[in-house]
């Protein structure tokens, strides 16, 4: 269903969209792209001169090309050339459902609209889309989009089957791992349980149990590979003793502890004041000075492509 895709449109070229370009220009795509920001086009192209190393280990499909894209004043007037719309633009309603009524009313009515919000259901700003409001959905992409292989498909109650098939057909063809959300739920469902983590740990700095820098060790060093492989729920499956019931063994074996854990969190869940924000940065700041954060960035994003490739090696045998 996805088969006809051969030009995405873009609109948004920052972190998420220059990363969303890179994916399918290495996936062979043709792109027409735009964005109003002062020097939107020279920082696209370096952004993707950077990126193109870690597409080529990931592997170029054929006719894949850094330069195969077209940079343009409004990706609106050129919609009768693109198969799937990308937006990448602010978290702004407003602004949202502006652009959205503008790609709405230019784009063919089976060509499917998709916003990289990574919070905002797009049920709350399709109300300008008087065309196919029924092709628009979330795509959103876990960042960055040309590595992770999360896209959370997220629909409204009026999106169509087709519409979102065709998305969940076209993401699995770039060689992403999407999901489809049946629910519209604010935040979706990574950054949900990303919140609720984050929540916790800056808790727990604030509070002084810990600092920023072993909050990150614990992380890194039990919970995220453990989660990396099988996820929280074949990870209890797994801890109860691996047998079909090991989820349910799981529960009633650490249920009273866990709740004790829980009523104490719920004590200490205070909305952290700018002023509290402020004190957990320092401890963040004690744990990047003197550090090269570009080094760091690449070191992540090396590690990720050979977890990735791992797994995926794992998953196939």
Known sequence: MADHIRTVGVVGTGVIGSSWIALFLARGLHVVVSDPAPGAREKLDQSIQATWPTMRKIGLSDNASPTNYRFVDDVVDHLDEVQFVQENAPEKKEFKAQLFGRLDAKAAPNTVIASSSSGIPSSQFIDQCHRAPERVLIGHPFNPPHLMPLVEVVPHTGTTKDASNTALEFYRSLGKSPILIHQETPGFVANRLQAAVIREAKSLVFRGVVSARDVDAAMTNSLGPRWAINGPFMSQVLGGGGGKDGFLKLQRHLGPMIKEWLDDMDEHRTALTEEGI???????????????????????????LDLLTTKRRVEES
């Open 278 to 304: 402020q004190m957990v940065d320092h401890s963040v700041q004690d744990m990047v000075v003197d550090v090269d954060l570009g080094m760091i960035a690449r070191h992540r994003d090396d590690a990720i």
